[in-house]
């Protein structure tokens, strides 16, 4: 048979997503690798009589089809959410429900991405917003990350010696997969450049909500002149990944030809989940649940710094993050953490972590992994950070790196 598939999916490279997920659910591995939040704090009971509730109601035809932007009343409660919780004033008519936080990016990589179109991406960044773009066959200029998010001074020589760029994708709260978070000024100072330079700004922030120390920062779209940020949230990390729920803010034009896009591919996110969250949000105080979820949360991430603290050695460092579901470890170069995971820490420690590479659009940097603290419980956080610190005590080949990522 001739090669009949489209060259979006020769592009579309799996395999380390798999391996992370055949890592995760093998048993007998302490997994630190997958993204997931903690299912003993969903509000099972709740959401099922949010279901309920919301099909007992069904005076307005819950079954029926509807309007691909979604269910009025949750698109004016998210706007609200928007002013009090990210300092953004928007109207219901500016949000779009879409199916998780990931149909969101690839709604906006399909609307602004030709073949061989350019665009700046975080070096390390999120892996499944790569799989997304990927498909779309763009150029990447990856920017470097530090404690205080995208640094700003490399991507203003970027966006001067390349302007065809059309479009930043960042992830400023709890960075997916640093934990870091970018310092309101570089919020700032994104917004200016990418005024100068005529570029869009996809700010990806699902865990915007999930701080468990410091002080809260607007989120980038709140500096936004110009209609040129578009901000992109979920549902998944603060209450539940399966109700597959994300929104898209954005400016009325851009707006448009979303609602467009998504139309053409799904007609609509589906009713009985945007009523029963609606009817959910109706009858609790997501403000609560976020509280006590961050409460858990936040005594394991203390429990994996601390570990981390007690058993890794020296020439290994780690960030500290005031939110979100990672911390990222940066090995001495020359130390390339996935050929470590497959040859050395499973087999020896059985601990699963996700490895640098895939999360680097250059694929350029290894020596770092990102370690998942929400997924497990504290004691187990303890054996396996201790397991893999032993592992990790003769690896002490060369001087530390300083630096969290370079570009390539
Ligand atoms: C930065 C980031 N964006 C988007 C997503 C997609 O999440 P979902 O589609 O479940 O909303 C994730 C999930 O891990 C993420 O970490």
């Not at 698109?75 to 002013?83: E, L, S, V």
């Not at 700004?201 to 980038?220: H, T, V």
């Not at 729920?245 to 030809?257: L, N, R, Y």
């Not at 009523?275 to 609790?284: F, G, K, R, T, V």
Request: a negative charge.
């Amino acid at each position: 048979m001739k090669n009949l598939f489209a060259n979006r999916v020769l592009n579309n490279d799996t395999s380390d997503l798999d391996e992370i997920f055949k890592n995760s659910a093998n048993p007998e591995n302490i997994s630190f690798a997958g993204g997931f939040p903690d299912q003993h704090l969903f509000p099972d009971d709740d959401l099922k009589q949010a279901y309920r509730d919301a099909i007992e109601q069904d005076g307005q035809g819950i079954f029926q089809y509807s309007s691909t932007q979604g269910l009025p009343a949750l698109r004016q409660k998210i706007a609200d959410h928007m002013a009090t919780h990210a300092d953004v004033q928007v109207s219901a008519a500016n949000v779009l429900m879409t199916q998780g936080g990931q149909q969101a990016i690839d709604l906006v990589a399909k609307l602004l991405l030709n073949h061989g179109d350019s665009m700046v991406v975080e070096g390390p960044t999120y892996m499944g917003a790569l799989a997304a773009f990927d498909t779309y066959e763009p150029t990447y200029y990856e920017i470097p990350v530090d404690d205080n998010g995208m640094n700003i001074r490399q991507l203003r020589k970027t966006l001067k010696a390349h302007p065809e760029i059309k479009l930043i994708y960042t992830i400023p709260d709890f960075h997916n997969p640093t934990g870091t978070t970018m310092s309101a000024k570089r919020r700032q100072a994104m917004v200016a450049l990418a005024n100068q330079y005529d570029v869009i700004i996809l700010e990806d922030s699902p865990y915007r909500d999930l701080r468990y120390s410091g002080q809260n920062i607007p989120a980038i779209k709140h500096y936004d002149t110009e209609g040129r940020v578009i901000f992109i949230s979920s549902f998944s990390k603060i209450l539940s990944p399966a109700l597959r729920t994300g929104w898209i803010v954005a400016s009325d034009t851009i707006m448009q030809e979303l609602v467009g896009l998504k139309s053409a591919i799904d007609v609509q996110s589906p009713n009985v989940t945007l009523a029963a969250i609606n009817s959910y949000l109706d009858s609790h105080d997501i403000d609560e649940h976020v509280a006590t979820i961050s409460d858990a949360y936040r005594t394991k991430r203390d429990a994996m710094l601390t570990a981390l603290d007690n058993y890794f050695p020296k020439n290994v460092q780690y960030t500290r993050p005031n939110g979100g579901f990672f911390i990222w470890v940066t090995l001495p170069a020359g130390v390339d953490a996935k050929a470590l995971l497959n040859d050395v820490v499973l087999p020896q420690a059985h601990v699963a972590y996700v490895p640098a590479a895939c999360q680097f659009a250059s694929r350029a940097v290894t020596n770092g992994f990102r370690l998942n603290f929400t997924n497990s419980d504290v004691a187990t956080i303890t054996q396996g950070i201790q397991r893999l610190g032993q592992i990790l005590q003769p690896v002490q080949v060369t001087v530390p790196t300083t630096a969290l990522a370079t570009p390539f």
